[in-house]
């Protein structure tokens, strides 16, 4: 199935973001609330993890679209 140019960039700008709130759990939430627990490092190693993943598929969607122009 292929996409329209108008839905790869919006896909790739919906999985950029997703990444960005990813990382952004990563290391924005265990500093604002203060709070570690006995599972703080398996929490972090998801969230950096959907983070990368995220961010690999923007950068395949972006490609997908670059084959457009």
């Keep these: 199935m ?3 140019k ?4 919006v896909l790739a700008n ?4 997703m990444a960005a ?6 290391l924005l939430v265990p500093t ?6 006995p ?3 398996g929490v ?9 993943v995220y961010l690999l598929i923007a950068v395949q969607v972006e490609r997908e679209l670059d084959k457009y122009d």
């Design 39 to 41: 599972i703080y490092p």
């Design 2 to 4: 292929r996409f329209s």
């Design 14 to 17: 919906l999985f950029g973001n």
């Design 44 to 52: 972090l190693f998801y969230d950096l993890m959907f983070g990368t």
């Design 6 to 9: 108008p839905w790869l960039r």
């Design 32 to 37: 604002i609330s203060g709070f570690v627990s």
């Design 21 to 26: 709130a990813w990382f952004a759990a990563a």
